[in-house]
């Protein structure tokens, strides 16, 4: 069994918006998987939002290359509890959690925190390749069992 990085215990505070201040819009990047649209809220718009020299990804304050949090617009519990479940399984990871914000709100904020040497946005990226890769694998089996069951009652 592979043995886990040293953990260090690093608390990190993002400063909440004043209760009556306007959430700007999110710029997002649009992800094209087959037939669907999925729109990628990386960071959640603040007018302190920094970018990246690294990588060009905007950032909020406090946010980092190992911690960092998202939001997915139009996405619910049935996308947030397997991408987490996904990325958890990655070692590189030290927390990955998500949230719906309110129920009438159509968002999902999630929270990845890695260890040194991957950032977030890989961890991201491998979550929703092994995601895909396994809804793949349930479809194949899924249509190969559909196909036999329905070979053996024209029998």
């Known amino acids: 069994m592979p043995s886990q990085p040293a953990i260090e215990t690093q608390d990190q505070s993002i400063p909440d918006a004043a209760a009556n201040s306007e959430v700007p819009k999110a710029a997002g990047e649009i992800v094209e998987l087959g037939k669907q649209r999925v729109r990628v809220v990386r960071f959640l718009s603040h007018p302190k939002t920094t970018v990246n020299s690294n990588d060009g990804h905007p950032q909020l304050p406090g946010a980092s290359d190992t911690a960092a949090s998202f939001e997915f617009e139009g996405e619910d519990h049935t996308l947030g509890n397997a991408l987490r479940y996904m990325i958890m399984k990655n070692l590189e990871v030290e927390f990955c959690g998500y949230s719906i914000p309110h129920p009438s709100e159509a968002k ?48």
């Open 108 to 155: 999902m904020n999630v929270r990845i925190q890695t260890y040194e040497g991957t950032t977030v946005f890989d961890a991201l990226d491998k979550g929703f390749d092994d995601l895909v890769d396994l809804c793949d694998v349930v479809t194949e089996k899924f249509t190969s069992a559909r196909d036999m069951f329905m070979a053996e009652q024209h029998e």
